[in-house]
């Protein structure tokens, strides 16, 4: 099974700053099937990126993912009021299994 | 706009089976390229993938789950279902349904299911 870690478990900022989130797959996933997730609370998952650097449609272009092989990256250029969420990383190849990650929460300082 | 919707049960006993039904509206199940899929999560916890049923109708579940997990499709209803057999309090949790076609892109609103007597 491929294991999703992702790292800060949480990050502290303010509105306006740059957030940058990481993914470490525990074996190569290649780049086409690594997705993001922005979830709030009582909400459902919203997808922010597929293939692991295109923006989902409507999703604003400061959200941008970056990385292939095990290596990912969400990164928000300057945090909006409502970016502070729960991101999620998942992994849609698998073969046939899918995994996510553990989330992290950015929460504001 | 493609629209999920999960239906069933809010309360299952420990040892039955907890079976629920996403209806999806917007979209054909049978269309080609799509997986239609199950999620779950704990309380204040993450997110855990159940399984998927794809376009071609094969099926695949978390190993985790110890093959407890059955899910169908109903192309007639454009809706597929999820059974989880043997429940226990650990199967407490919110389920999505949702599709997966460049990721997981159309989710329902989830439904909390709760297993106890």
């Known amino acids: 099974e491929i294991v999703l870690t992702q790292s800060p478990g949480t990050l502290s900022l303010s509105p306006g700053e740059r957030a940058t989130l990481s993914c470490r797959a525990s074996?190569?996933?290649?780049?086409?099937?690594l997705g993001w997730y922005q979830q709030k609370p009582g909400q459902a998952p919203r997808l922010l990126i597929y293939?692991?650097?295109t923006r989902a449609t409507g999703i604003p272009d400061r959200f941008s993912g970056s990385g292939s092989g095990t290596d990912f990256t969400l990164t928000i250029t300057r945090l909006e009021p409502e970016d502070f969420a729960v991101y999620y990383c998942?992994?849609?190849?698998?073969?046939?299994?899918?995994?996510f990650g553990q989330g992290t929460k950015v929460e504001i300082k | 706009q493609v629209q999920l919707q999960e239906s069933g049960p809010g309360l299952v006993k420990p040892s039955e089976t907890l079976s629920l039904t996403c209806s999806v509206s917007?979209?054909?199940?049978?269309?080609?390229?799509?997986?239609w899929s199950w999620i779950r999560q704990y309380p204040g916890k993450g997110l855990e993938w159940i399984g998927y049923?794809?376009?071609?109708?094969?099926?695949y579940s978390n190993p985790s789950l110890k093959g407890r997990v059955t899910i169908s499709s109903y192309m007639s209803m454009n809706q597929f279902s999820l059974k989880l057999r043997s429940v226990t309090a650990a199967d407490t949790a919110v389920y999505f349904c949702?599709?997966?076609?460049?990721?997981?892109?159309?989710w329902g609103q989830g439904t909390l299911v709760t297993v106890s007597s």
């Open positions: 917007g979209d054909s199940i049978s269309s080609g390229g799509y997986y």
């Open positions: 049923i794809s376009y071609r109708g094969s099926t």
């Open positions: 998942q992994q849609y190849d698998g073969s046939p299994s899918w995994t």
């Open positions: 074996q190569n996933i290649g780049s086409a099937f």
């Open positions: 293939g692991a650097s």
């Open positions: 949702a599709r997966r076609g460049s990721g997981l892109d159309y």
